[in-house]
Structure formats: structure tokens, C-alpha cells
């Protein structure tokens, strides 16, 4: 089963939203993420939180449609995203997609972004999606979809990455550290419809954004990180094929 996290952050796109969405989807709103869903045309399945982002008019609307709501305390632990990224993994969630997660506070955002290494989606595919960007954690190895010329970053998250390898990207590593604070692994790029990652131990943050957001607002690609050329082959273990 797919679950759909309607979070709390910005949200310009709701037709990319609707696109996005498909029968058979486990729709969650996290509190103020509901009015999300409502713009989106989607009543939740569920409404979590502790609500005090939600207007009793919305709320109105989502129970008179059959939402369940869950309400907690104001005075909990976990921020309304985390609660409704644990109770899609309790259902039973093989797949999440979180929408509306980043801009607006920076401490919401980068907290947001934290909450993929929670041990309990450890399992799962989460990732978030905003526009013409994704964001996913990479614990071991993985396949990395898109078209050539995107742009994928890759960020140690919360110490070094050891023993990464990666095809398919235009700056390849080998078996390499990269280590926790230097920039390295920003901005390489897709060579071909897919790549793969593999990370011996530690983990990697992974931002795609795709070729037409890269060529207008933001930063080009960039030399600085001073990779092997492309033609060098890695010589140790072979990735394993999707």
C-alpha cells in the first residue's frame, strides 16, 4: 500500500499533487496539511495532529466528509509530520510520499527532512517530493530514476558515508568517504534513465531535481567536486542490477 502525507510546509502546485495521486492511496493530512488536500480536490483518510493549524471551518468540512481524525495533546513530543509518518507505517504503508514538507521555517523544514532516518521507515520507500524535486535517504543501495541531465546530490547525514559507489552519474565514486560537512557530493549528474548508489555504511541524504528546474533557478552543475573522470571504472564489488 502507497500512503500520501499532506504536511503543513509550502504547497505551490496542487495540480502536481492530483497528478501524483492514484486509486487504492492511504491519504493522511497532518494537521494544517489538511487544507493541502483540500486545495488538491482530496478529502484525507485520516486527519492527524494536534489540529491547531486547522480551521474549524476545514475541519468541519473533512469530519462532515468522513475523515478520521486523530487529535493529540499540544504538549507531545512529536511534531504532526512524525505522527502521521508513524501511523502510515502502522497501516501497513510500503511506499510514502510526503508533499508539502519544505519551505516556510527553516527549523520545520530541516526537521522534516530528519524524520526520513525515523528506525521505523527504515523498510519503507519514503521520500519527499516538492515540484521538480525529491528527497530520500539512502541506507545501503538503490536505484535512482530520472533522465539524463538531472541533478542528483548526495549529502552524508549524520556522519561520514563509507564506502560509496555509484554508476551512472557523471562524477562516479569508488568505494569512497564522503565525509560529513564538505559539499562533495552536491549537484552531479544523471548520465542515463537510471543510477545506482550504494553506501557501505552510513547514510546518504539524495536530491533529484530535474534538468528543466536545474537550467532555470538553480545552480548549474558544478566542477568543484573533483571526482574521478567519468571513463574510470570502480574495480571493487559489482552493483547489483534492479
Not at 508513524?86 to 510526503?98: D, N, V
Not at 549537484?187 to 546518504?204: D, F, I, P, Y
Request: proline share 6%.
Amino acid at each position: 500500500m502507497r500512503a500520501i502525507i499532506f504536511a503543513n510546509g509550502e504547497f505551490p502546485d496542487p495540480q502536481g499533487a492530483r497528478d501524483l495521486l492514484r486509486p487504492g492511496d492511504l491519504i493522511i493530512a497532518a494537521d494544517g496539511g489538511t487544507r493541502h488536500a483540500l486545495a488538491a480536490g482530496v478529502i484525507p483518510h485520516v486527519v492527524i495532529g494536534d489540529l491547531d493549524s486547522l480551521s474549524a471551518g476545514d475541519l468541519a468540512q473533512v469530519e462532515a466528509d468522513g475523515s478520521r481524525i486523530i487529535r493529540f495533546s499540544p504538549r507531545k513530543d512529536e511534531t504532526d509530520l512524525e505522527l502521521a509518518l508513524l501511523h502510515a507505517a502502522r497501516a501497513g504503508a510500503s511506499e510514502i510520499i510526503i508533499l508539502a514538507a519544505l519551505g516556510g521555517r527553516l527549523d520545520q523544514t530541516i526537521a522534516n527532512v530528519l524524520l526520513l532516518s525515523l528506525p521505523e521507515l527504515k523498510e519503507l520507500g519514503v521520500r519527499i517530493v516538492e515540484g521538480a524535486q525529491s528527497v530520500f535517504l539512502i541506507q545501503d543501495e538503490t536505484t535512482i530514476e530520472g533522465q539524463p541531465g538531472d541533478t542528483v546530490s548526495l549529502i552524508p547525514l549524520g556522519g561520514d558515508a563509507v564506502g560509496v559507489t555509484t554508476e551512472g552519474l557523471e562524477w562516479p565514486l569508488c568505494e569512497e568517504t564522503l565525509r560529513f560537512g564538505p559539499a562533495r557530493g552536491v549537484s552531479n549528474v544523471l548520465t542515463a534513465e537510471q543510477a545506482r548508489v550504494r553506501v557501505r555504511r552510513g547514510m546518504l541524504l539524495c536530491v533529484v531535481t530535474r534538468a528543466q528546474m536545474c537550467r532555470g533557478e538553480l545552480e548549474q552543475p558544478h566542477q568543484h567536486q573533483h571526482r574521478k573522470p567519468r571513463a574510470q571504472m570502480c574495480r571493487g564489488e559489482p552493483l547489483r542490477s534492479p
